[in-house]
């Protein structure tokens, strides 16, 4: 069903990225960034994708950053490692054990395997390698809370798969671009990952024609007759995140109510920015100030500058260059050139949307 609201696995539950999907299964680069903002469907790609491969292996960092209170130890890498071998079907599955059941520290009863505390990561990995597995990795921004050195223990071992066992390949995605790119640090000498070239897949918020016709699909699955009129509208305000889109469609086949049901979404919407919010305030209060500004259509500079001061927060153009460069990185703002000067927009409407309530 389009209208489910949990990441899609199938591939036939998945609307379009017919492209995308045969980019993440075919590619054989050792190293894949799947980026694109929240809720434009990449955890349901990534998932999708690593279904079709069968040998695909599910790994979610910002699940382990919460579950272990704001870190990531190896021990919980290890046990998001375990679950993740033991969910693989079929003869894959089989042939995962046979070769893993040779590494120290790991033990198989039956149909499931155990991770010794002891177990080393790089002998899981060069197991999987013998397999060929593809390894994804959702939020893997948030891998830079693994082991107390900014997640370099992590990259470390990326750098040896990358340059050593050529079968394993990694797909990596998160909401939060910049930041990503900046934890791998390709382009950073300092990094254990520098030099290291990649592939990017970029996830985009559908075209006003598909989100129509996402829209459409998703209604007549649920046998639901909706005018244009009523789609062309929630179109109009909820632009292309298939995320809001399906939020809507469930919402609207119940109550037939067109504007109830964008208020829902706009409720949702809501409900997840707190939480997000919430966590930009303890990195600094600033940064809602300047979300809050942007939204509320002061988007240049000066007006960003003169906002915050009336609002008792006077920052210099330094510090104020920098929180606009992390709300870039972190996929919350872009650039915009379209006037002749530049500007900032919120990158999805309808987050900017509620963000001006
Ligand atoms: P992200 O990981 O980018 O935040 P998700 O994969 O969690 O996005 O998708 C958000 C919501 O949108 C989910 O309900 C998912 O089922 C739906 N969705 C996203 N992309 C598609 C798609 N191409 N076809 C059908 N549903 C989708
Ligand atoms: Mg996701």
């Known amino acids: 069903m389009l209208f489910d609201p949990r990441p899609k696995k199938r591939r036939e539950e998945l609307f379009d990225r017919e ?3 045969n980019e993440l299964v075919t590619t054989s680069e050792p190293l894949t960034l799947l ?3 929240r809720r434009v469907g990449k955890s349901s790609l990534l998932r999708v994708a690593l279904n079709e491969l069968e040998n695909g292996v599910y790994i979610d960092a910002r699940k382990m950053y919460f579950d272990s209170g704001g870190w990531i130890t190896s021990e ?3 046990r998001e490692f375990e679950r993740a071998l033991n969910s693989l079907r079929g003869a894959i599955k089989g042939r995962v054990f046979e070769v893993l059941g040779h590494v120290r520290g790991v033990s198989i009863s039956g149909l499931r395997l155990e991770l010794g505390r002891d177990v080393r ?11 060929g597995a593809v390894v994804g990795i959702d939020e893997a921004q948030y891998l830079r809370f693994y082991g107390s050195r900014g997640g370099r223990e992590f990259l470390a071992l990326l750098a040896y798969s990358y340059d050593n066992l050529d079968n394993l390949r990694f797909i990596l995605t998160g909401s939060e671009v910049g930041l990503l790119h900046d934890f791998l640090g390709t382009d950073d000498y300092e990094s254990p990952l520098y030099g290291r070239a990649h592939r990017e897949v970029v996830l985009k918020p559908f075209p006003r024609e598909l ?17 244009s009129e009523v789609i062309e509208e929630a179109v109009d305000v909820l632009d292309g995140v298939p995320g809001w889109l399906v939020e809507f469609g469930r919402r609207y086949a119940e109550t037939r109510d067109l504007k109830g049901s964008l208020d829902y979404v706009f409720n949702r919407a809501r409900g997840f920015l707190r939480g997000e ?8 209060p600033r940064y ?5 500004a942007i939204a509320r259509g002061h988007n240049r500079w000066e007006l960003i500058r003169d906002y915050l001061s009336s609002r008792g927060q006077r920052v210099p153009n330094s510090r104020l260059a920098g929180l606009l460069r992390n709300l870039e990185k972190m996929s919350w703002i872009e650039e915009d050139f379209s006037s002749g000067v530049k500007r900032y927009r919120i990158t999805d409407p309808v987050i900017e949307r509620v963000l001006v309530e």
């Open 76 to 78: 919980s890498l290890i």
């Open 277 to 284: 919010l919430e966590e930009l305030k303890r990195r600094s």
């Open 121 to 131: 990561l790089s002998e899981v990995l060069e197991a999987l390698n013998e397999v």
């Open 19 to 21: 492209e995308e999907i």
């Open 211 to 227: 989100s129509i016709g996402f829209l459409r699909r998703g209604f007549s699955e649920m046998n639901v007759d909706v005018s």
């Open 288 to 292: 809602v100030l300047i979300l809050e």
């Open 35 to 37: 980026l694109g903002i």
